[in-house]
């Protein structure tokens, strides 16, 4: 594993940079309409979605729902399909106790003191109804639930395709059925504001190819109800991330769909948005520089970190707890860097029993970003690593599985217990990944975004999933995007609609 | 010292708290124009009038300043007066070494990885300059450097007067002198704007009462050369910190002036400036809840730090390097709350002998926010210390004082040579207030505000000081905002004239 295959590694996930067009709202009066919508839906991942669907079922008509892209989901269908959810059917099977008090009080630990407890809240009270509403739309589970890191018990289901596509499918088709009308190749690119600085319309570019600004044609479309902005987040927006941090370059691995450029959020805050947090954008810290994007590693290592160790490939000792919230886990990585600074990724150790039990990790050895290795002796070998360290450190790890008490790291061992470290063993690599901004526009329980000279939401505003800034504070856990993005939806829907 | 009198102190400081108003961008076109100048510097503190007295001795022209508040200069006024620069005088007669890159590499540290290094460097590379441009006005300083936490060197120059006012007194003085145009009561209201979203003129409201938002009257004013936003942070906006961070409520205190609510910032995202680091809210260490604002005690523990000790009065104990940067230490400090999660102040102890060499002893004695004791025994008694403990802790420090290492948290002994802790003891309560805000909008090294769609910089439009964001990352070092704020408004001004 040269130098070589690693840079091209981090360099394939951010190949495709767009710099995103010149948006610009104007005053609404004067306009010629093109088309009246009641209600219009800007982006068809998670959140465009579950709102779609929640505003049809309470009686809504004429929704569209605007996409950028050629393809729907946007970078909800290429995620990694997990949903976290309290008091869910696979809970009360395996017997977990929980609650979404218990939910919220991980969430705002990760948040470390200024996450968004109301937001956090609702979304936790209602992420079963969001989960039944995929599971009503044909989506299927791993009959299994999985602990994340951050999480305090196991609540996270996932796909069976191990990926977000396995929600937004069904979803997307759940919209056909009930009626809602989908433009894809339609982008968002402007509001058309009220005397008071209200929304009253949007423009959308029709027939647009992304990176080709001027192509396509300008609509006009009069919107009666309201706009939910559902566009995600920002990660590959090179300038912008860089902007609140420098070393967020574009040889940085981005494991977002390439539409992640975030110029609807820029443009909310062009009409009196509040930017919040803009400066939290978290890395994944379950990525391997040996793939573009979020690829396969992301997938099986989430799935295997309780039962492993991550190690320093100069020491052999492991560095961190393996199932931390990520912003812990990815500085941990990240201190790993050589005397130069480059990278050095760390190994993740697994003993192939247990990681075979994932259908991951038949791809991970496929497609070359995945080792497997007879003993201790030919992984420390072919990786350089020192071996008496390496043996005693497995040995030492041993004894936490036997005993259910990590006493390097404080990890919680309740998932790897009986599950020991032992040959013959899988390897992949890891270096943190961009993976979602935790900043983005203000907006309340109700998804109303607000003005930031008075406070109060801005007429017809509404937003909803990544786009939005503040719900997670300084680092989310994982698999608690879905959630939010679908219950936040939801609510927009029905705060329209109430 | 009760509860009540806690509370009392900590409620002073947001007693005055506005709502800003609603200020509203449009286009230029058709407008009937009141007045032109060339150049337009919102803010009369140390960035715009640095931006003024440069334009000026440029051959600038038709300058003029607008200042909501009926006073000028801002928050800089109140401000400790405190001013950093490399290779000063000051630093010659003492004979310290000292670089630009050795103060851009302390605040880089204290940045923790996202500061803006090329505007960093600018500043230390330029601060001599702007401290010449203060002398030359006539500001006169202590005849001796203070090592502020987080400096590696002593470089930090303070006004007589320990004030910042005894900088904008001078500087605004010289203003008048070269003629500039000083226009108080008078509200920035926003931009109004040629077709490509430039710059074409603002809106301001002259006749203005801070809090009264539709009082006086609306003048429209023709911009030839620039607009330089220089209106500084927005502690004292209640609503936008808690956006932020909800901890940052109205019961937090401040050491803000209260005018500083940053509805100009808002203003510049709303025509489309990048909002950075807005997250990043910087309290002060070495304020005391036993006083609003500022106050005496924080000039006094600034200056004190380094030969004091802060300890818990729970168990007589350091917690903290006293001069470890900002965040460092008003983490420590927040950390100290008692099992309630009520505030619980540390106690900062100096021995008499050292505070006395500082103007504000007096003040803070005077006053009643210092108290002085005979003996360690009468100390711990009135606190409610543990002796024991508290005896030892002294003893043990002691000892770093003579060897010149700190064994419990390595704080720099430097400045602490030869001055033991010894009765008779001044003692203050420490507790963060806001003080500073790192984020606002992004601008380039020259002062150029750049447009979140486009990466280049807004036609005309340009900040410097608080207003700006990303400069110091997640905490700024004291004494580091004087010689930003006088050297970006400097930079502003050479840009434009250029």
Redesign the interface.
Known sequence: MGRRNFIKGMAAASAAVA??????SEPAKGIKWDKQVDIAIIGSGFAGLAAAIEAKRLGGNNIEIFEKMAVYGGNSAINGGLFAAPNTPLQAKEGRKDSPDTMVADQLKAGR??A??KILRHVAEHAMEALQMTLDAGAEYHPYLQQLGGHSVPRTYQTTVSCGGGITQPLLKECKKLGVTLSNRTKFEGFLLDEQ?GVEGIKVRRGYYFGKEDGGNLEHIKVGKGVIVATGGFAQNI??RM?????LTSEVGCTNAKGATG?AM?EM????A???????IQSGPWASPDEGGFGYVSNYSIYNFPHSIAVDRRTGLRFMDEIADRKTRADAQLERRDEQGNPNPPLMITSYKQSKQHPTAKKVLKYGVGWKFDSVEALAEHFGVPLAPLKQQIEEYNGYVKTGVDKQFGKNMAKAKGKYLEAPFTVVRLWPKVHYCQ?GV?INPRAEVLN????KPISKLFAAGEVTG?THGVSRLGSCSIPECMVMGMTAARTILA
């Open positions: 710099t995103p067009a010149l948006a610009l003191g200024i968004d407890e600085g300038n912008l902007a609140q941090d420098p070393t110029e820029l805050f062009r009409v009196g509040v930017p919040v947090h803009m400066a939290h900043g203000q930031s000279m008075t406070g503040g």
